[in-house]
Nanobody, 116 residues
Framework: QVQLVESGGGLVQPGGSLRLSCAAS????????MGWYRQAPGKQRELVAR???????NYADSVKGRFTISRDNAKNTVYLQMNSLKPEDTAVYYC??????????WGQGTQVTVSS
């Protein structure tokens, strides 16, 4: 069993920054991958960023250069640093863990709202 708990969402003005955290517990394997997805109202959930144990990362084109994903394996925690936020970044952000067998686990989500 895997538990994922997100924190760090909130309301921020355009151009501002937020850092999301996701603490994982349970059957976490360091060779699995962790990532962040988001879902805006009326839209499908989409990948924002993902990081694997070796440190390899991939990002959605819409966030490249503005968001940075990082991982602390000792703490089983993944972070998403979001800079230069735009109104279109407004969404519920979900933490994801994918184990070596391809099973996905999700956090409860944290709301990010970018508005003046």
């Amino acid at each position: 069993q895997v538990q994922l708990v997100e924190s760090g969402g909130g309301l921020v003005q355009p151009g501002g920054s937020l850092r999301l955290s996701c603490a994982a517990s349970g059957s976490i394997f360091t060779i699995g991958s962790m990532g962040w997805y988001r879902q805006a109202p009326g839209k499908q959930r989409e990948l924002v960023a993902r990081i694997i144990n070796a440190g390899d990362t991939n990002y959605a084109d819409s966030v490249k250069g503005r968001f940075t994903i990082s991982r602390d394996n000792a703490k089983n925690t993944v972070y998403l640093q979001m800079n230069s936020l735009k109104p279109e970044d407004t969404a519920v952000y979900y933490c994801n863990y994918r184990n070596p067998w391809g099973n996905d686990y999700w956090g409860q989500g944290t709301q990010v709202t970018v508005s003046s």
